[in-house]
């Protein structure tokens, strides 16, 4: 109870300074961001939308922090000449600064380890420059990402005390432990008009293999079946390098190749040159969005109306773990102005979950369009014949304070816990706010 009341004195502490000192006033003509916010064809020289761009890489986390927000309350800013120091500095020497902190509560109506209650920080500087042709479309940029994540008050951060949980899928699947390092550090590129792209360097895979608009837990759903694909072992944080490609109209193809040894703040570039182990991917679908100069770099390297199919590859590890192979799909769309529906699953041979199916909305209110309420659905089926199916619902309500500070209070439901079966279910509340800067 200590650890819980010290974190809603912090959160409280937070949300006092941030409606003295941070926003944007409310100017006349600015835009609204909606569930994936997509910029008018007017602000962007590119035919084709950047499908290497996802909030959780440095690039678009700065470009969606970017974005003008509105909910329900405004707050006047006094971060005026801070935002005007990164303006100059964007124009005169093409460097994009930019970050973000944020706190995450979880409390769990059983554990296999004791600790009811978990918090967690997570804190993020982003640095973006252009190395050549500098503001144009085909620039050659360099995006780094410095963090540091850690537990607050508790034994355990968030991922490690959800697992304790005995879900088989991660209740806050980016909300781990680690000491301030740089965890992203790459080069990237648009070609062609925008037709062919690529990145090259440490990267966040989760960015690119499978993704879709909710998955960035920083922002939408916490558990792992509703973010990341719990059928495939993605690489997390290490070198990499991935390719996009448009052969016409709206088709388009994504592949990649990574060390599957990662490290938070590592390198890795030994293991991906000297080590005969690699993960890959090949992925191809269909955009709406394919020449209408509305690049997505807003929520994650698929659009608002979008199909795709991943095949993967993984080899057989140093520590034993054996080849895994494996095919995931996603489909998402508008069911109207204000509503995303999604529809994902996948298939595993070697991986630890094999079979596993989720489906949800997002809505945002039309009074409040960077508000966002998420609803989800998901079944995972674990390799282990042992093992139960698992079932997982959650619901969420991210209300944007200001358009520097958010509030997302979260429920998840897990019936038939796979690593608990002694528990019929697990009810995971929790409570996050997110600063930008």
Do not use: C
């Not at 809603?8 to 100017?27: D, R, Y």
């Not at 590592?266 to 090949?282: A, Q, S, V």
């Amino acid at each position: 109870m200590a650890n819980t009341t010290s974190l809603v004195h912090v959160l409280i502490a937070v949300f006092a300074a941030t409606g003295a000192t941070t926003g944007i006033s409310n100017k006349a003509g600015a835009q609204d961001a909606p569930i994936s916010p997509l910029a008018s064809s007017e602000e962007y020289e590119e035919a084709y939308p950047d499908l290497l761009d996802g909030t959780l890489s440095a690039g678009g986390d700065l470009a969606d922090d970017a974005i003008p927000k509105r909910g329900f309350f405004r707050f006047e800013t006094n971060l005026g000449p801070w935002f005007q120091f990164k303006k100059n500095l964007q124009e005169e020497y093409g460097l994009t600064i930019g970050g973000s902190y944020g706190i995450l509560w979880q409390n769990y109506s059983s554990t296999l380890g004791g600790e009811e209650n978990s918090a967690g920080h997570k804190f993020t500087l982003n640095i973006s420059a252009d190395i050549l042709n500098r503001g144009a479309p085909d620039a050659l940029t360099f995006d780094m990402a410095i963090e540091d994540r850690r537990q607050l008050g508790s034994d355990l951060s968030p991922l490690w005390a959800g697992f304790q949980t005995g879900s088989a899928t991660a209740t806050a699947a980016t909300w781990g432990d680690f000491d301030l390092g740089i965890t992203q550090a790459y080069i990237r590129q648009n070609l062609m008009g925008g037709r062919f792209q690529y990145t090259i360097g440490k990267i966040f895979a989760p960015n690119y293999v499978n993704a879709y608009p909710f998955f960035d837990d920083n922002r939408q759903f916490l558990n792992q079946s509703f973010s990341t694909s719990p059928t495939i072992p993605i690489p997390l944080r290490g070198f990499g390098m991935v390719a996009a490609v448009y052969p016409r109209n709206n088709f388009y193809i994504t592949a990649g190749m990574y060390t599957p040894y990662s490290d938070d703040t590592g390198w890795t570039i030994n293991d991906f040159f000297e080590k005969g182990d690699h993960f890959y991917h090949l992925e191809f679908g269909f955009t709406s969005l394919a020449q209408t100069g509305t690049p997505i770099q807003a929520r994650g390297p698929m659009d608002a109306n979008n199909f795709h199919i991943t095949t993967w590859y993984r080899d057989e590890l140093d520590d034993g773990s054996p080849r895994a192979k494996g095919v995931a799909f996603n489909a998402n769309g508008m069911l109207n102005e204000n509503m995303m529906g999604f529809l994902r699953g996948g298939w595993s041979d070697g991986w630890l979950i094999e079979r596993n199916v989720a489906a949800g909305i997002g809505y945002r209110p039309p009074g409040a369009p960077s508000d966002l309420f998420g609803f989800a659905l998901g079944w995972a089926k674990p390799a282990s014949e042992l093992l139960d199916s698992q079932y997982t619902a959650e619901m969420f309500y991210r209300f944007q304070v200001t358009p520097q500070f958010a509030v997302t209070p979260d429920i998840q439901l897990i019936v038939d816990p796979a690593l608990n079966p002694t528990e019929d279910y697990v009810v995971a509340i929790g409570l996050w706010a997110r600063l930008t800067f």
